[in-house]
């Protein structure tokens, strides 16, 4: 069974802390997508990364897929209320299968 | 969300009822999943329509599960007599092709009470 572990579960910081969520696994995957839900709402994506090393950037929230394609990191500079939410990785092996991260749970605290 | 929609928002139902819940997609998208979600927890995928072809069906937690898709829009997701586990949030989301991100909807909130 391919896994796709999320770290931390949870966390909550003070309004202008730094973060890094990340989403590791053993298995190599073809692209990699970030989303973010809040609550009463269906995920939202922020972003799919999809050549190794590669690194995006989505205003204060920078996105990296590893060398080797098999995890991934989201770091948040200066973190803002609005930040809160769950976020969630999804992998893909080109097929239509998504294999999904346990998710964190980012609190913001102003 | 956008171009999906998800009724009833809220489901609360005895222990042994069915239920059935209905996504309502824009058009244009062929690619149609059902996953479910526990209490702010990762997803867990249920089943998986695309176009004309036999859906996918491997992630049905029992045969009390089952869904259908009309005329490659509508779909609805039956559970049949059903338990406490069975709450959870019923996520439906589509992708314009096999291996695009997913739109999701708002989900319905289902309480077996």
């Known amino acids: 069974t391919q896994l796709l572990e999320q770290s931390p579960q949870f966390l909550s910081i003070q309004e202008g802390e730094n973060l890094t969520v990340y989403c590791n696994s053993s298995s190599v995957f073809s692209s990699l997508q970030w989303y973010r839900q809040e609550p009463g709402e269906g995920p939202v994506l922020l972003v799919t990364v999809v050549t190794g090393g590669e690194v995006k950037k989505l205003k204060r929230l920078t996105f990296q897929f590893g060398d080797a394609r098999k995890d991934s990191s989201l770091h948040i500079t200066a973190a803002q209320p609005g930040d809160t939410g769950l976020y969630l990785c999804?992998?893909?092996?080109?097929?239509?299968?998504?294999?999904w991260g346990a998710g964190t749970k980012l609190i913001i605290k102003p | 969300g956008a171009g999906v929609s998800q009724s009833p928002s809220n489901k609360v139902t005895e222990k042994g009822k069915d239920v059935e819940l209905r996504c309502d997609p824009i058009s244009g998208h062929t690619a149609l999943y059902w996953y479910r979600q526990s209490l702010g927890q990762g997803l867990e995928f249920l089943i998986y329509?695309?176009?004309?072809?036999?859906?996918?069906k491997s992630g049905l937690p029992s045969d009390r599960f089952s869904a259908e898709r009309t005329g490659g829009s509508v779909s609805t997701l039956t559970i049949q007599r059903t338990q406490q586990e069975d709450s959870a949030v019923y996520l439906c989301a589509i992708a314009s092709a096999h291996n695009s991100p997913l739109h999701f909807g708002n989900g319905t909130r289902l309480t077996v009470t």
């Open positions: 329509f695309q176009g004309n072809s036999a859906p996918d």
């Open positions: 999804a992998a893909s092996q080109l097929g239509y299968q998504l294999i």
